[in-house]
């Protein structure tokens, strides 16, 4: 017997499965080798070895095996799949409730996301209303500290009043409260909006001569009010001989631009 | 040398199944279910003797016909229907009853999903409609003697190989080898005898 004979001998053994890992893989080593006649005889093998399922015992499938499969190949069917089509039937359900839950899941979060992104804008506003009560708060405090101040101001009894009568007789006269420690107040009534981009400017006249030294600036509201304050005037009590108020441009002026529509002689 | 009886009946049901599988290209739903009617009984029949468990054969059994649907374009319509459809489900079968074991290797480095079956049936097969070789190869291996016929059986419903035989039936290698090979030699005598 020659070594194809032997290999001849191995071909129904290879066709059940049934070989073992050594001749399997000189059968295959020469199946490989391009062994027409081996190749052909392996074919009548696997042939003859697919007689052997008529040694099963007869049975009959079920009737609703059928029925699933023929519901299942007339959907795809009417689906217009074409053969190789990877249908929905082949999905096992644990793959189906993985995609359902996956997809809850992402709706449970995209709801969440919503929710959170409300709670923020939510929390956002009401921080920015907090913030804006507490601007509004803070600067009726300053206005009231201001006004407490300006009153102090015209209560104590070392403040020294200082009238400014007009240049102008057609305007009103303006007056001015000057306390050693807690500042300057000048304020006047129904006075004239300088208009434009114009205020009225402060100005300390020195005793001792020299240019007269810039103070605040402010202006009347709509009703021709104001009350203007200087904690900290630049120049003291004794020192200033007069105070004079000008019209200049917005922001103050280093030295007047303009002449003086009121001045008043400090005492 | 064997003669060879030409029988009408089984070169006529061999055309059939070819045509239907032509058919089953163009997505023709009654040509799948002849084609179910012609051929379910017996692949069911072999992978419940492999399985031993009927709504598991049944999940198998749908499986090979799905996947005759599903790919028919991948069946060579020139070779034998019933011996690949078969093979097919033999090989399906086994997958189920040893997943992941080292006979799943085995078969699928032998195998392909789709098996490959003679280009051409053989003579015998046209002689013999498959009723009549049905019963030739029960008779044929039913008068094996008994340690013989459960090595064939164990290598074809078990997937067994040569050493899990030989251990199982405590019985020499040489000795299973020589058993199998002569009995499968027996049935393909007994075959391509005429009647």
């Not at chain 1, 080593?29 to 391009?34: K, M």
């Not at chain 1, 101040?149 to 001015?176: F, N, Y």
């Not at chain 1, 208009?195 to 001569?209: C, D, E, S, T, Y």
Request: net charge neutral; charged share 25%.
């Amino acid at each position: 017997m020659n070594t194809h004979d032997q290999f001849r001998e191995l071909l129904e053994a290879y066709a059940l499965g049934s070989l073992d890992s050594a001749d399997r893989a000189l059968l295959e080593t020469h199946l490989a080798s391009g062994c027409a006649e081996c190749a052909k005889a392996l074919e009548d093998a696997r042939w003859l070895v697919s007689q052997l399922a008529y040694l099963a015992p007869n049975a009959e499938p079920s009737d609703m095996l059928k029925g699933r499969l023929l519901q299942t190949v007339r959907a795809e069917a009417a689906g217009g799949a074409g053969p190789q089509a990877v249908r929905g039937a082949e999905v096992p359900w644990w793959l189906w409730a993985g995609v359902a839950a996956l997809l809850l899941f992402s709706i449970y979060s995209a709801w969440n996301e919503q929710h959170l992104r409300r709670t923020v804008t939510n929390l956002q506003q009401h921080a920015e209303a907090q913030r804006a009560e507490r601007q509004k708060l803070e600067e009726q405090l300053r206005v009231a500290k201001l006004q407490a101040h300006e009153a102090m101001i015209w209560m104590d009894p070392k403040s020294v009043k200082i009238m400014l009568p007009p240049k102008d007789p057609k305007m009103p006269q303006l007056e001015a409260m000057w306390h050693p420690e807690m500042g300057l107040v000048v304020r006047g009534w129904k006075v004239p909006n300088p208009g434009g981009n114009r205020v009225l400017q402060l100005w300390l006249i020195p005793k001792a001569g020299g240019k007269p030294m810039p103070s605040m600036t402010f202006w009347p509201d709509a009703n021709g009010k104001f009350s203007a304050m200087v904690e900290n005037p630049p120049d003291t009590m004794s020192d200033t001989q007069a105070l004079a108020i000008t019209e200049e441009p917005v922001g103050g002026s280093t030295q007047p631009t303009s002449a003086p529509m009121w001045v008043g002689g400090v005492s | 040398m064997f003669l060879a009886v030409f029988s009408p009946k089984g070169n006529d049901e061999v055309s059939l199944d070819a045509t239907l599988m032509q058919q089953l290209l163009r997505r023709d739903v009654s040509a799948f279910e002849e084609l179910y009617e012609r051929h379910s009984r017996i692949v069911y029949s072999l992978v419940l003797r492999i399985l031993r468990q009927g709504s598991t054969a049944e999940e198998v059994v749908q499986d090979v016909f799905l996947q005759l649907w599903r790919n028919c374009a991948r069946y060579d319509t020139s070779r034998p229907f019933v011996p690949w459809l078969l093979t097919l489900a033999r090989n399906r079968a086994l997958d189920h009853l040893r997943l992941k074991s080292e006979r799943q290797r085995r078969r699928e480095e032998q195998t392909e999903e789709f098996p490959q079956i003679a280009s051409a049936a053989p003579e015998y097969e046209k002689a013999l409609d498959e009723k009549r070789r049905a019963e030739r190869v029960r008779a044929l291996i039913g008068s094996l003697p008994s340690a013989q016929k459960k090595a064939i059986e164990l290598a074809y419903f078990e997937g067994l190989s040569h050493s899990e035989i030989a251990a199982a039936l405590n019985e020499p290698l040489g000795t299973v080898k020589s058993w199998i090979r002569s009995g499968l030699m027996r049935l393909k005598e007994s075959l391509q005898a005429t009647s």
